[in-house]
């Protein structure tokens, strides 16, 4: 069943199972990313998951099918984030600084150990570089998508893509020859 | 002829690295903490709408439309209250008129509402 078949079963009889679908559906992307967020706060991530598929059950009339249904999802995640963020200073730091090549040199024969490497360094960028780097490079959303879920200009996206992408490679470094597995 | 385009050790990375998050209850609790949707979105600012057109015919039907004191503008104009109306107490003169621009404020308030209403 497509998402548009469930959305409109939960719009013409409040069918739960049908919305209970469509959470299941989306709960990884939507957490990881408020993970990525949170700067790997994954109680905190999951509290505002949770609050997102609400709002969207809330407020699933209003979703007109203009745009990926997982595109709506995010914008409403980036919202429940940013409202949190203003709240608590932690989350509003920005980016946590450069890192010498020498010191995060990592040792580039495991995955483990990337995949280690990799949530750190996001942790450090300016939380709108994480958010486009995320949603574009791990989620596969385009620059329009992802400039719609941030609500800024799609040259902001792009710049931030990119500084997030130069950023990445100067601090893993080390990877600079990875191949897919 | 072109060389096949290296993809980006970055993105690679990015996506390998995205890993799949594995339910544990989550979609039971969100499910267990949903509200009552509110999926007749029109009914309420229906109602308010409906509300001020029923007051606005209540107060057309008991209103004395008919009998409102003459104005005259020149004299509302050159802010001349006592010329304003042949009537020598302003209030009485003027109640009617304020009670119809209330009723027509109300009548605009309620159909913006409806109209932007969000829940």
Known sequence: MTDADLIARVLAREDQNAFAELVRRYQSPVRAFLARMTRGDTHLADDLAQETFVKAWRKLHTYRGGARFSTWLFGIAVNE??????QRKELALEEVGEVAPEENRPAADSRSQLRLDL???LKRLHSGE???VVLCCQNGLTHEEAAQVLDCPLGTV????LRGKEKLKRWLFGYQDYEPA | MNQPEKADPVETMLREQNQYVNDEGFTARVMAGLPRRRSRAWVRPAVLLGAAAIGSVLAARWLAWGNLP???LSALVSLDFQALTPTPDLTSALMPWMTMLAVAASIVWAAVAAVQWDD
């Not at chain 1, 984030?81 to 203003?86: C, H, K, N, P, S």
């Not at chain 1, 792009?158 to 893509?161: D, E, F, M, S």
């Open chain 2, 70 to 72: 003459p104005l005259d």
């Open chain 1, 130 to 132: 994480r958010a486009a």
């Open chain 1, 119 to 121: 949530t750190e360094a």
């Open chain 1, 81 to 86: 984030f940013r409202t949190v963020a203003r």
């Open chain 1, 158 to 161: 792009k710049t931030n893509v």
